[in-house]
């Protein structure tokens, strides 16, 4: 790889742990009271899943731990946005749902966070959007394959 290639390299993913972290740090500010990033995440995964997910399938779709997501799994359960039962077929797995008040409390966050993201695509154009959408896309891919 040439210094220029590394260079570019580095740059694009400088650029790209920077835009994230300015869009957390947005994106949680527009967040209901007492919600977080990622509970926003998992209701809002659940909610297009439309299904029952155990803990570790949930923890694998975010590259987490399960520890990690036993935790916030628990917050969402103390907060009525999720049902944890046992699995039927496994009493040493759990299964996972979205309740009523979670696909709420994720329509809630979604109408509260959608004009900050807008906001951002119309400054900086919605085609460029659509242009950079599919390079981020096949990005994700690849390093998804990494794992």
Same mark, same amino acid.
């Given at each position: ?6 260079? #570019? @390299? ?6 790209? #742990? ?24 998992? #209701? ?7 299904? %029952? ?10 590259? &987490?731990? +399960? ?17 944890? +039962? ?6 040493? +797995? ?9 696909? @709420? @409390?994720?329509?809630?966050? &979604? ?24 390079? &981020? ?7 998804? %394959?990494? %794992?």
């Amino acid at each position: 790889m040439s210094d220029n290639s590394q260079n #570019l @390299a580095v740059s694009l993913f400088s650029e790209i #742990l920077v835009v994230d972290q300015l869009a957390r740090a947005g994106v949680g500010r527009a967040l209901p009271k007492g919600m977080e990033l990622s509970h926003f995440s998992v #209701l809002n995964h659940l909610a297009h899943t439309g299904t %029952e997910r155990t803990p570790a399938q949930i923890a694998k779709t975010f590259h &987490l731990t +399960r520890g990690a997501m036993t935790n916030t799994l628990n917050k969402l359960e103390r907060a009525g946005w999720v049902h944890i +039962r046992p699995d039927w077929d496994d009493a040493r +797995r759990k299964m996972v749902a979205i309740s009523p008040a979670g696909i @709420a @409390a994720r329509d809630a966050a &979604l109408a509260a966070i959608t004009p900050v993201i807008a906001d951002v695509v119309r400054k900086v154009g919605e085609d460029r959007v659509r242009t950079a959408l599919p390079v &981020l896309r096949e990005m994700r891919a690849k390093l998804s %394959e990494m %794992e």
